[in-house]
């Protein structure tokens, strides 16, 4: 993951570009010693905390996030798993980390496992293209894009995303167009709690499926981000790392053009090339 400092204006700035708003609750002050000249400071960190995601009342998940947009996020994750939600509360006393989704019609018996989400593994253990398949169906949207375009989404990303400019510890998600315009950008640190983010944001919006849409993700494409990206009908999505061989093989799957390693005007393109116009 690039560091905090390679942002533009971060020595200028001490640490945070004079440009953003730091997001409340996404970072806390932590004390740092220095090496090697031993100097003892006071340093930002990314925030992790627990959030329990509650359908029609009853506990379904627990997932390591950074606080911030936990609606959306319980939203996203919701429609990830095959529930339907209709909408998202949080409780009068935010301390208690955890988020009410409405899914009228919800079974819980459809969740015939226990499961325990982190910021680094997601939905790990799942891993069925046949399952996703189900909820995702194959997505044939004929949008086309600039492949210069597909270059300057990272950096578009990157230079919205406050926290991470703060913290260096951060992954994103960004919501564009085929122009490059970025809609709606989400921090946290899980990549697939960003993309969460981003996805129950376009659900409250009215937005899905995603057909006229791009994914950006800071950082490699795993599996249950191509999931994510195929629940909510996004024909492209955009990496800054590598992909894995499931995530290429759920992409070329489900129809969406998966490009990796986007850094410059250099990229991959792992599935669907076709929408990516040079």
């Keep these: 993951m690039t560091h905090a400092r390679d942002f533009p204006g971060y020595a200028e ?7 953003l708003d730091l997001p409340a609750y996404g970072s806390s002050n932590v004390d740092v010693t220095r090496i090697p000249d031993g100097t003892h400071e006071r340093d930002r960190v990314a925030v992790e905390e627990p959030l329990e995601i509650r359908v029609n009342g009853e506990p379904v998940a627990v997932t390591m996030r950074t606080p911030g947009h936990d609606e959306e996020l319980a939203l996203g994750f919701c429609l990830s798993e095959g529930i339907r939600p209709t909408e998202a509360r949080l409780p009068d006393d935010l301390s208690a980390n955890t988020v009410d989704v409405s899914a009228p019609g919800f079974d ?3 969740l015939r496992r ?10 790990c253990g799942r891993g069925a293209l046949d399952a996703v398949a189900v909820e995702a169906p194959k997505i044939d949207a004929p949008l086309s894009i600039g492949a210069s375009v597909v270059a300057s989404l990272p950096e578009t990303l990157r230079a919205a995303q406050a926290t991470f400019a703060a913290t260096g510890g951060l992954h994103a998600t960004g919501l564009c167009t085929a122009d490059g315009e970025l809609r709606c950008v989400r921090e946290d640190v899980g990549r697939h709690n960003a993309l969460d983010k981003v996805v129950g944001w376009c659900l409250r919006e009215g937005m899905l499926p995603l057909a006229e849409f791009v994914l950006c993700v800071s950082g490699r494409s795993s599996f249950e981000l191509v999931q994510k990206a195929a629940v909510a009908g996004c024909p492209l999505l955009a990496a800054v790392g590598a992909p894995s061989s499931l995530a290429v093989e759920l992409a070329a799957d489900r129809g969406i053009t998966l490009c990796g390693f986007v850094r410059g005007a250099r990229f991959n393109v792992y599935s669907e090339p076709w929408r990516v116009v040079r």
């Excluded at 700035?13 to 440009?19: D, F, H, K, N, Q």
């Excluded at 226990?114 to 939905?123: A, L, M, P, Q, R």
């Design 13 to 19: 700035s001490g640490g945070r570009p004079a440009e």
């Design 108 to 110: 819980p018996a459809r």
């Design 114 to 123: 226990s499961f325990y989400t982190t910021s680094s593994c997601g939905v």
